[in-house]
């Protein structure tokens, strides 16, 4: 198993829709959570952390279940500047270093 | 501040040619990284320092090396470049990788190889 999982992508949507995104994670010991953004042939810039309890930043929500292993970041009300590819970000992998997802694309439309 | 910077942006190489992808960042950070990044594959940690003078290998750490003579810079060296080391290449910097708590990293804007 991939230390790592993402949904395969591409997502495309139009302006306005709401999309959501999945990850799954292997090492249960991991202990921090994050979700980058990484836009076309540019480098990838932290989005936002992943609380246990959850957490928003405007139209960004992110989950973590630790229980399931699974973290998600919810976009409400999508703008054409979220095209982006989302990475999912563990850390606490067995190198103890941040172990990244293959990452999901999405597209917005108008 | 700069932040991370990596010199050159863009490079072609010969098989066998060895070349050193420079990085550095000037927010006095401890950890720094090299990350390659493939079509498919997502990020893939080469080598990765945290602190002057201590360097250690990642996942992917067969054809490179790296030297930590100070805490700005980081240069990754290509010993003898292979097609299968066409990637784009990333560093990064973070604070500090202490007690369980993890800071943002920042990323330099890549350096685009190409090695035929």
């Known amino acids: 198993r991939k230390e790592v999982e993402q949904d395969p992508g591409p997502f495309n949507v139009p302006e306005g829709a709401t999309v959501a995104f999945n990850c799954t994670y292997s090492?249960?010991?991991?202990?921090?959570f994050f979700w980058y953004r990484q836009d076309c042939r540019k480098e990838p810039k932290l989005l936002m952390s992943v609380y246990s309890s959850g957490n928003e930043d405007g139209r960004f929500t992110a989950q973590l279940n630790r229980a399931s292993q699974y973290i998600s970041l919810l976009i409400r009300d999508s703008k054409l500047s979220d095209s982006a590819t989302y990475l999912c970000?563990?850390?606490?992998?067995?190198?103890?270093?941040?172990?990244f997802g293959k990452g999901t694309k999405l597209s917005v439309k108008p | 501040n700069a932040g991370v910077t990596q010199t050159p942006k863009f490079q072609v190489l010969k098989t066998g040619q060895s070349m050193t992808l420079q990085c550095a960042q000037d927010m006095n950070h401890e950890y720094m990284s090299w990350y390659r990044q493939d079509p498919g594959m997502g990020l893939r940690l080469i080598h990765y320092s945290v602190g002057a003078g201590i360097t250690d290998q990642g996942e992917v750490p067969n054809g490179y090396n790296v030297s930590r003579s100070t805490t700005e810079d980081f240069p990754l060296r290509l010993l003898s470049a292979a097609p299968s080391q066409t990637s784009v290449y990333f560093c990064a910097s973070n604070p500090n990788l202490a007690g369980g708590l993890y800071n943002e990293q920042f990323f330099g804007p890549g350096t685009r190889l190409t090695v035929l």
């Open positions: 970000v563990v850390w606490g992998g067995s190198q103890g270093n941040l172990i």
């Open positions: 090492n249960s010991a991991s202990q921090s």
